[in-house]
């Protein structure tokens, strides 16, 4: 028994619900800030000013810089150890979200929403390194992921209604609200065992590449919106991002800690599992946005009832989500996921090819289709990955794989924001957006059926 397998072996043995429970908040506090600002956005734009673009930017300015740094985090967990990291994110998130509720105008708030993203990618990684360290059995692990998953099934069923409601008091509070919750958080954490370390030098060249190529791309495609692809600085951005993407490649090859181990990718399982993230969060993320803006300035409806519009969506994750182990236990892991992307593939291009006179009521009954994709899709895949690495490497597999999530949540935003700004008006937008993010679920699914495990 090698010395990293004896401090291993008592953290799973000591209190591995409160554990769970820990690792639970802290996904619900970074699923509750990526949800419950879509609704508000009309409201925060009439209070601090700024187009479509400003919103752009406080969406993708927690998402963007929470997939920037997610690769560097999970690094960061496998060094200073799960519960150390799982702290700081929590304690910088907190701080981030209240400085958020009282920014005294737009490009404050971005900022601050870069910081809250930045913790964001600490609380991600570490939360599910606690997990893998608590459930060295896979069985037992792939159930407490599903029960780690109801912490963002709360969250994203909760915050659109929790933020339409907050948003009738003030926008600021959709902010402010984290704060008592992240507090709890705080205080559970010290109460678990122990984690793991490993040390290795920190990627410093990766991070700064990761950093500069995902900025460019996002930058490049939320400006396309407004001033067309030929515009220098569109055309700059872009050249820019496919440079340090090259870099970041070339310097994860030939660094000896990578934050991208190299090897990690000759895994099928895990470059699909990256594929799957990244397509699903693109419906996943992209349809709350666009469809928020739509119904609150095409339907006229207020930020309440526009959380209403998705509560069903969001309750119906909340309920599968415990049955989702159940699920995959009897038709395979596989079966599991390719059905939920189908599912998300038609709630998608349903919504899009709708009339513009369709009602509120069925635009609520088609996104339970989207909403089934949730706790079938990423719970068994996040499952499948954790078991196709060694436990030493399962903090930096998960900044990879939340990297792919975010990344794919970020270009969405910017994209589709892009969609809705052309001059052939927000219901055209709304259906050219919906219409990619189906297209990219329907890849996934491709991709699922072809490179993930028959079972789980």
Not at 54 to 74: E, H, K, M, R
Not at 279 to 300: T, W
Not at 359 to 371: D, E, H, N
Not at 393 to 407: D, E, H, I, K
């Amino acid at each position: 028994m090698t010395t990293s397998e004896v401090p291993l072996q008592a953290a799973a043995g000591r209190r591995p619900g409160l554990t769970l429970l820990t690792a639970l908040l802290g996904f619900f506090l970074v699923t509750l800030d990526a949800v419950i600002v879509n609704v508000a956005l009309p409201q925060i734009r009439s209070d601090l000013g700024g187009g479509i673009q400003g919103l752009q930017w406080v969406v993708d300015g927690y998402t963007l810089v929470f997939a920037a740094f997610l690769l560097s985090a999970g690094s960061l967990v496998d060094r200073i150890g799960a519960r150390t990291a799982f702290g700081i994110g929590t304690a910088l998130f907190v701080l981030a979200s209240a400085a958020c509720g009282l920014a005294p105008e737009l490009a404050a708030l971005v900022v601050f929403r870069f910081v809250q993203g930045a913790g964001a990618a600490v609380i991600m990684p570490a939360s599910m390194a606690l997990i893998a360290q608590a459930f060295p059995d896979h069985v037992r692990r792939a159930r407490a992921v599903a029960w780690w998953a109801m912490g963002g099934a709360v969250a994203s069923s909760a915050g659109p209604v929790l933020g339409g409601a907050l948003t009738l008091m003030s926008w600021r509070l959709i902010f402010l609200v984290n704060v008592p919750v992240g507090a709890v958080t705080l205080l559970l954490v010290t109460r678990t065992a122990r984690s793991t370390k490993h040390r290795v030098p920190f990627d410093w060249g990766g991070q700064v590449f990761a950093v500069i190529g995902m900025a460019a791309l996002t930058f490049a495609a939320i400006e396309t919106g407004s001033t067309g692809l030929t515009d220098r600085r569109v055309l700059a951005a872009a050249v820019l991002a496919v440079v340090a993407i090259v870099a970041f490649v070339t310097v994860q090859r030939r660094v000896a800690h990578p934050m991208a181990p190299p090897e990690l990718f000759r895994s099928r399982v895990v470059v699909s599992a990256l594929v799957i993230g990244f397509a699903f969060m693109v419906g996943y993320y992209g349809l709350p946005f666009v469809m928020s803006l739509y119904l609150q300035q095409h339907a006229g409806l207020s930020a309440l009832q526009t959380g209403l519009v998705f509560l069903p969506m969001m309750l119906v994750g909340l309920v599968v989500t415990p049955l989702g182990p159940r699920l995959v236990e009897r038709l395979g892991a596989r079966t599991v996921v390719v059905a939920g992307l189908l599912l998300m593939t038609l709630g998608l291009a349903s919504i899009a090819v709708a009339p513009v006179t369709t009602g509120v009521a069925v635009f609520a009954v088609l996104v339970v289709l989207v909403g089934l994709a949730g706790p079938t899709v990423i719970p068994p895949v996040i499952a499948l990955l954790l078991h196709a690495v060694p436990v030493h490497r399962a903090g930096t597999a998960s900044g990879v794989f939340n990297t792919s999530r975010q990344l794919g949540g970020a270009l969405a935003v910017a994209v589709f924001g892009a969609f809705l700004n052309t001059p052939a008006g927000l219901h055209a937008g709304l259906r050219l957006s919906l219409l990619t993010a189906a297209a990219a679920a329907l890849g996934a699914g491709i991709t699922a059926l072809a490179g993930l495990r028959r079972t789980a």
